[in-house]
């Protein structure tokens, strides 16, 4: 079950909302030249907003301590996602603000400004998705925007080559990530991670090499997504095709999301595991 009003819900629903209302601004908007101004404005102020929710109710004390997994929902309001939301929050500003001067030229303002928002709900939830099936929905939010917004460019061949390529790795990543939950569920039972946590401590010994196989298609899969060696080859052509803006949350953005992702699976999955790890 999911609180309305804990802190990714009513990011969510601010971002959310602001983003449908950018195109429905826009298609009641005649005065073009300010069109640029307007919504990166509407975009600015929604993130501030956000950003000043999540800081507000950490303070306040409103948040769950530390790493918290041990959760019925999928996603839960604790300090880990907060700390991450903070930070994605910092990087869609930032994006925004530079993206000011980078449209004055260009067309389509709202697409643009409603793709970062949609982008940057994605990489909230990630922080705080705590549901294997909620962590991919987010994941998916949050790239499939930033897929268009590589191509954005879409006269220039470049651009299209590195939206077709990051397109690509990210759909092969998906899979292999999917195939790894598959194999915890067929362990576990679960798409909680912190009960297939508490499942795997708990496994049988003939079972810990499936455990250990899926820990490592989640290492391959968040290794394409955040473009760690040796899953780094989308990237170069990625980063440098796409618009600077865009590239800037690439790699500021997604990046980050990869990590709190592969935080919350992966090194909590090891520990579960005990696995001794030894050179050959």
């Known amino acids: 079950m999911i609180d309305l009003f804990s802190t990714p819900s009513l ?67 604790d300090v880990f996602g907060a700390f991450f939301s903070v930070a994605f929050l910092i990087v869609s500003i930032m994006v925004t603000v530079s993206s000011w001067s980078y449209m004055k030229k260009k067309s389509n303002h709202a697409s643009y400004y409603s793709l970062i928002l949609l982008s940057s709900i994605g990489m909230i939830l990630i922080g705080y998705s705590t549901d294997f099936i909620m962590l991919l929905v987010s994941w998916e939010l949050m790239s499939i925007p930033t897929y268009a917004l590589a191509a954005f460019s879409k006269k220039d061949p470049i651009s299209n080559e590195a939206s077709i390529k990051y397109f690509l790795f990210e759909a092969l990543s998906t899979a292999i990530i999917i195939l790894a939950m598959g194999i915890v569920y067929g362990i576990t039972g679960t798409t909680n991670i912190y009960d297939s946590i508490v499942a795997l401590s708990n496994i049988k010994s003939e079972l810990v090499p499936f455990g250990v196989l899926a820990v490592g298609l989640f290492i391959a899969g968040f290794g394409f997504k955040m473009g760690l060696v040796p899953f780094h080859m989308w990237l170069p052509d990625t980063y440098s095709g796409s618009p600077t803006t865009v590239a800037t949350l690439l790699a500021a953005g997604t990046k980050k999301a990869g990590f709190a992702a592969a935080i919350r699976v992966i090194i909590i999955g090891l520990v579960a595991l005990d696995v001794q790890w030894s050179l050959v």
């Not at 959310?16 to 307007?38: C, R």
């Not at 306040?60 to 918290?68: C, D, H, I, K, Q």
């Open 11 to 77: 990011i969510t629903i601010i971002l959310g909302t602001v983003s449908l209302l950018i195109p429905i601004i826009d298609a009641l908007n005649k005065e073009k030249s300010s069109k640029n101004k307007v919504y990166c404005g509407i975009a600015f102020g929604s993130l501030v907003l956000a950003l000043i929710i999540v800081i507000v109710r950490v303070v306040s004390g409103e948040t769950l301590p530390a790493l918290s997994l041990a959760s019925d929902s999928v996603i839960t309001d």
